[in-house]
């Protein structure tokens, strides 16, 4: 199975919905100022399973999983 050496997201596709900070509250949260989805600094330590499962739930597709 690839690695994630990298998460983002597209903050123009993000509809601030919140299935990713439900799905990985570790690596996910609600931005304040915009209201949309962010990445958070220690997402390495969370299981690539729980990645792959919250960009598999975004119903617009905004998270960006670099894997190799």
Known sequence: MPKIVAVKIDEERCIGCGSCVALAPEAFAIGLEEGKAEVKGDW??????????ARDACPVQAIILKER
């Open 44 to 53: 390495g330590k969370v299981p690539p399973e729980k990645l792959r499962c």
